[in-house]
């Protein structure tokens, strides 16, 4: 009799071991975070590199903020940090394939290549922006993406990031 009850206790010990292991395994991300590289057109001269840095919820509708430094590739042309808040749909439940995104925030502007405070200058930014995201596994992605607004004409980029 001791002996069932011992082979027992090891039996159920197991059963609930794989239980919280498949447990941990379909929990979902609630958060990504992406570095993000963009050409993005601010006039009519050459467009700014920007290196930014993006974080949002991992849902199929997705709130966040984005920030891009933008360097202009003309030596005459402003220098810009860009921030700003997003609203994200995805077509997809999993947060993944196609997603358009609204985007507001600010746009703060200085001459000779260098951001300096205060700033010359800034304005409100106002965008549209169509991607599609593609899952890399579990926790990674690729988001090629390309948007328009004001104060911009138009952006085109790349963010890769992780879910956690």
Do not use: C
């Not at 379909?26 to 990504?32: D, K, L, N, V």
């Not at 260098?114 to 991607?131: K, M, V, Y």
């Amino acid at each position: 009799m001791r002996r069932f009850a011992v082979i027992t206790v090891i039996l159920l010990s197991t059963v609930n071991l794989n239980a919280q292991e498949s447990r941990h395994e379909t929990s979902r991300p609630i958060f990504f975070a992406a570095p993000v590289v963009e050409a993005v057109w601010y006039g009519r001269k050459p467009p700014s590199i920007g290196l930014g840095f993006a974080l949002g919820t991992e849902d199929r509708v997705s709130l966040g903020i984005k920030g891009i430094y933008a360097i202009p590739l003309a030596e005459d042309d402003f220098t810009t940090i860009e921030i700003t808040l997003f609203f994200r749909i995805y077509t997809s439940a999993e947060a993944s394939g196609f997603f358009t995104q609204l985007t507001y925030g600010t746009s703060i502007f200085s001459g000779e290549n260098a951001i300096s405070l205060p700033a010359e200058g800034g304005l409100i930014s106002l965008g549209i922006t169509a991607g599609w995201r593609f899952p890399l596994g579990s926790r990674f992605f690729i988001e090629p993406y390309i948007r328009g607004g004001y104060p911009y004409y138009g952006g085109a980029g790349l963010s890769t990031g992780v879910k956690f």
